[in-house]
Each structure stands twice: as structure tokens, then as C-alpha cells.
């Protein structure tokens, strides 16, 4: 495709299950980050890879996230024991110099 | 420590102008990006500044300052659709390829 994709679209969970977010970045480009935005805020980083360098998980808030790139390509954000907290829109971005493009998220909620 | 700063909301008329303004305070500069975000959507590249000046696209122009940490994006000739958030991220070259994200100035268009 030409553009980074994200599934699923909605996610909605009970509180303490685990899920996973999926991105698929624009072919070629090597960076990848992750954030989250809550409803009318600004965007939280959570991690980036940058190639086959070990990824900046900085701004991951805690152990229950965590983050993989396989292959370069597509990447997984696991969210162990989901908390309420944890409800947000979560949005991939992919680059290959400058600009970041962005998927259109996840919109995840936990009940 | 790292800041930026744009307005939280500004409304403005229908074929008017009207000026964002972002400041910002970064340990480094490699860069500034505006990006426009409609409610419900991904933000979407708009702008890049990386040197002193005013860069024109159509009807949007981005101005920068280096010495004064200081941007502005422009809208001339606004319609109804330019209603969205408009987010100034700057790239600081201390961490070259981590965005530092303002929280977005919401603008209202009005008729």
C-alpha cells in the first residue's frame, strides 16, 4: 500500500487483558515510532526503531508496554493487563528522512 | 528542558488569515514541522522549516526564527475544512530523529 496501515481500527477490552496493535510502515522506510494521544492531547511518544539499531523505548510509561520489529517492516505493540488509563488512540509513523507519516491509529478502549 | 508552545484554540472567519504561533525551547534544532490534524484523523505533514525564513505552499506558509525559537504557520483565504489542530513539533538534534510535539492549537472556522 502506500501508506502506513494500523489494525485493528477500534480495539475494545476488558481491564487486565492483553492486547496487540499492529502497523505496517510505508515500504522502504527505516524509522518507526509509536505514540499514543488521548482525546484532545497532544502526542505522547512511546518507542522508536531506527533499522536493525535497539529500539528507544524512553518513552514507554511502564513494564506492561512493550514493542517489536520484525524483519524491519511491521511492527507489534503488546499492552499487558490493560488498565482504563491505557484508553487512547495509539498511532504508528514511519520515515525515511524528515517528515513522519502517519497511519490512522488505533482507537483502544478499556472497560 | 524541552517546550513548545502554541495557542489551545483560536477561531477565525471564513476567507479571512489568521497566524499560528509556536515557541519553542529545545536542547537542540535540526528542524520544525507543522502538521494538520482533523478531530477523529492522523496528523498530516504540512511544513518543514529548517532555516530562517518564510516557506510558502499555497495557501499555507511557515515562518521560522531561529534565534528567537520562534514559527508561525499562516492560512490565507480559510474554508470551512481548514477547521482541525495544528501541531508545531520540533526535531532536536540531540536525539536527531525524536519529534519534541506541541499539544496543537485547535481552530474554529467560522462562517
Known amino acids: 500500500g502506500a501508506g502506513v496501515s494500523q489494525s485493528p481500527s477500534n480495539k475494545v477490552t476488558e481491564k487486565g487483558k492483553d492486547v496487540e496493535l499492529r502497523c505496517d510502515p510505508i515500504s522502504g522506510h527505516t524509522a518507526l515510532y509509536w505514540y499514543r494521544q488521548s482525546l484532545g492531547q497532544g502526542l505522547e511518544f512511546l518507542i522508536y526503531f531506527q533499522g536493525n539499531s535497539a529500539p528507544d523505548k524512553s518513552g514507554l510509561p511502564s513494564d506492561r508496554f512493550s514493542a517489536e520489529r520484525t524483519g524491519g517492516s511491521v511492527s507489534t505493540l503488546t499492552i499487558q493487563r490493560t488498565q482504563q488509563e491505557d484508553s487512547a488512540v495509539y498511532l504508528c509513523a514511519s520515515s525515511s528522512q524528515a517528515s513522519q507519516y502517519f497511519g490512522p491509529g488505533t482507537r483502544l478502549t478499556v472497560l | 528542558g524541552q517546550n513548545i508552545d502554541q495557542p489551545t484554540e483560536m477561531t477565525a472567519t471564513e476567507g479571512a488569515i489568521v497566524q499560528i504561533n509556536c515557541t519553542y525551547q529545545?536542547?537542540?534544532?535540526?528542524?520544525l514541522f507543522w502538521y494538520q490534524q482533523h478531530a477523529g484523523e492522523a496528523p498530516t505533514f504540512l511544513s518543514y522549516n529548517v532555516l530562517d525564513g518564510l516557506e510558502e505552499k499555497g495557501r499555507f506558509s511557515s515562518f521560522l526564527s531561529r534565534s528567537k525559537g520562534y514559527s508561525y504557520l499562516l492560512l490565507k483565504e480559510l474554508q470551512m475544512k481548514d477547521s482541525a489542530s495544528y501541531l508545531c513539533a520540533v526535531r532536536d538534534s540531540y536525539s536527531n530523529y525524536q519529534l519534541i510535539w506541541g499539544a496543537g492549537t485547535k481552530l474554529i472556522i467560522k462562517p
Open positions: 529545545t536542547s537542540g534544532f535540526n528542524g
